[in-house]
């Protein structure tokens, strides 16, 4: 069936630094990505829709310049938490498919501590 | 806006129990209904979904009704296995035919004991 490989799948990093998140599909072509974070006991919330060789659409409240999307190929959308802060300190989640007709394949996460 | 509100968990169930995990959603138009798995340690999978009203999704012993009426989607199994321990998510997508994305509820932790 349809993989998609999140990387990594943990991370620990400082206040003030940045992190990439990457998201790929591994045996299928993807023209839309999404990214989700959740927060504890809490559901997933959609950050950000993005397809590919275009800006990312990003959920009212979301910021853009804090939480930067990039979807330059069919199989890979990378997300970069800046200057990170422990209030961003979560759980991502990517989600990839083909077209608007066909299912949704999840990544397995990442989890997200910032000290 | 759209929204999904599930039973809250953690639910703990000894095997061969009856499960049934609530779900009713808030929506306008015709949303599709679906429930996911997640396994620990795995990313989420489609257990089933429902397309229209009355439809029933069904999917490893799984089953979940469309209700309209009731707008309401429970997740229901005879009798659950430990294999079936994991975080059950409830969600939508509407009815506009765009790439818009899912509504998830909050997720119910399950855990089966032998």
């Known amino acids: 069936g349809a993989v998609v490989s999140q990387h990594p799948s943990w991370v620990i990093c400082k206040s003030g630094t940045s992190v990439k998140i990457e998201c790929r599909s591994l045996?299928?072509?993807?023209?839309?990505m999404f990214w989700y974070r959740q927060f504890p006991k809490q559901s997933l919330m959609l950050m950000a829709t993005s397809n590919e060789g275009s800006k990312a659409t990003y959920e009212q409240g979301v910021e853009k310049d804090k939480f930067l999307i990039n979807h330059a190929s069919l199989t890979l959308s990378t997300l970069t938490v800046t200057s990170a802060h422990p209030e961003d300190s979560s759980f991502y989640i990517c989600?990839?498919?083909?077209?608007?007709?066909?299912?949704?394949?999840f990544g397995n996460g990442t989890r997200l501590t910032v000290t | 806006g759209d929204s999904v509100t599930q039973m809250e968990g953690p639910v703990t169930l000894s095997e061969e129990a009856f499960l049934t995990i609530n779900c009713t959603y808030t929506a306008t138009g015709y949303p599709s209904l679906f429930w996911y798995v997640q396994y620990p340690g795995e990313g989420l999978q489609l257990l089933l979904k429902a397309t229209k009203a009355d439809d029933k999704g069904s999917n490893k012993g799984f089953e979940a009704t469309y209700r309209k009426e009731t707008t309401s989607f429970h997740l229901e199994k005879g009798s659950v296995q430990v294999s079936d321990s994991a975080v059950y998510f409830c969600?939508?997508?509407?009815?506009?035919?765009?790439?818009?994305?899912?509504?998830f509820g909050s997720g119910t932790q399950l855990t089966v004991l032998p």
């Open positions: 045996d299928f072509q993807a023209t839309t």
């Open positions: 989600s990839a498919r083909v077209g608007p007709n066909s299912p949704l394949h």
């Open positions: 969600a939508l997508s509407d009815s506009s035919g765009s790439a818009r994305q899912l509504t």
